[in-house]
């Protein structure tokens, strides 16, 4: 048997509950044969209580479609995901719904699908109002990210803007404080105030932001490392910066105030 066309796979225990439990209905739902029929009934139910049709497959047609991930016996077939467009970034802003000020993440150049579901995994987390990619250099969502992200692909509105340089003037604009993570920054990201309308900005694994990215930035932050490695991981870097931010929006200060 053959996957349904057209769909995207969603992998995984974690990504798959994350799934029913936003009320999302994938269009089939494979489970291995054996212990995780017994192991995951109440998610199969679940899945059939959506309208989904649950099939039993062997282990090996899933590794196979999986290409040897950790699926943990469960594949869901999904409609694909869709980037939000850049006209429904500035609606948004323009009738800002939340009491607490906007903060984004805009990422520049991260093309490796681990780092991006890893990246809005975390931005899902801080409570984060949005995410900005370019339409070039940018990873797809696909099922990798899907998966690595748990859920946050689906909950958090991913914005693809066509010229990044000209989004970030434009957030400039309407009061956004473009906060650009540089290793030679001379100030640490605890020194930054995001308590007001925010968006940190990450650049690509080795190479970090690109020129015009980093021109638009209004203040560049480092993370000061002690050890021996002269960087992090983007998506380390990425949560570290984030919660700084939620710390600050909680408790009123920056940690250099």
């Known amino acids: 048997m053959s996957a349904p066309s057209g769909l995207d796979l969603v992998h995984g ?3 798959v509950q994350a799934l029913l439990g936003r009320g999302e209905a994938p269009r089939e739902l494979w489970v291995q044969e054996g212990d995780a029929e017994r192991r995951l009934a109440e998610t199969l139910e679940q899945a059939r209580a959506r309208g989904a049709r649950v099939l039993t497959q062997p ?20 409609p694909p995901l869709a980037f939000a467009n850049e006209e429904s ?6 009738a800002w ?47 990798t990210v899907r998966k690595v ?10 914005y693809q803007v ?4 000209r989004t970030l003037a434009k ?9 650009g993570t540089a290793g030679e920054a001379e100030a640490s990201v605890y020194e930054g105030d995001y308590r007001g309308p925010t968006a940190l900005v990450m650049g690509a694994e080795g190479k970090g932001m690109r020129r015009l990215t980093r021109e638009a930035c209004d203040t560049l932050v480092k993370l000061p490392m002690a050890g021996s490695v002269s960087s992090l991981n983007v998506s380390v870097a990425t949560g570290i910066c984030l919660f700084e931010a939620v710390r600050q929006r909680a408790s009123g200060a920056p940690t250099d105030a």
Do not use: M, Y
């Not at 970034?89 to 323009?94: A, R, Y």
């Not at 906007?102 to 780092?115: E, F, S």
């Open 13 to 15: 225990v974690h990504a």
């Open 97 to 143: 719904p939340h009491a607490a000020p906007p903060l984004l993440l805009i990422l520049d150049g991260v093309t490796d699908v681990h780092n991006f579901g890893a990246c809005l995994r975390s931005a899902d987390a801080a409570g984060a109002h949005g995410v900005i990619v370019a339409k070039d250099k940018a990873a797809p969502l696909n099922a």
């Open 59 to 78: 282990r090996e047609l899933l590794d196979q479609l999986t290409q040897g991930a950790a699926h943990q016996g469960v594949l869901a077939f999904c």
């Open 162 to 165: 066509t010229n990044l340089a």
């Open 171 to 179: 957030l400039k604009e309407q009061g956004v404080w473009l906060f």
């Open 89 to 94: 970034l500035w609606l948004q802003l323009g």
């Open 149 to 158: 992200a748990c859920g946050a692909a689906e909950s958090v509105p991913v």
